[in-house]
């Protein structure tokens, strides 16, 4: 996949993300581009991979401009970076969950990239007002 195609669909799965519930999210992008398995995803979620860039199907050179064409587009359209903790799955028992890792060397700037969320306030406004119509005129 070259670089041209490889935006327009980084583009549409944000969109696509936005239009069904308002947020963006950079894994969810990586699994809509097929670089990321949702079983991977998973496995990582559940503490059996150290770091998610191990599972993903690229080399760091692409994740890296994957990461950036999110970022440009979420600063074309204007959308809210919200930070999300990603904790394990599974430790219910335990007070203190596990902070999952995204990248083998951990850097602050690349966790945090992974991590952040991109909210488009008026679209989730929008959907907020279908869904409380649609409540009131009993839809499905």
Known sequence: MNSNDMK???HNSMYQQLQKSGIAVPVQVLMDLSILSKEDYERWRFGKVDYLERVCKVNLSKLSLIMREIRSYAA???????WTFYKQWGLKSRPHAKKLRFSKSGGEDIEKA???HYIDPARI??????SQICSKAHCE
Do not use: F
């Open 8 to 10: 327009g669909k980084i």
């Open 76 to 82: 074309k359209n204007n959308l809210k970076a919200s």
């Open 114 to 116: 992974y991590a952040t």
């Open 125 to 130: 406004s929008k959907l907020k007002q279908q």
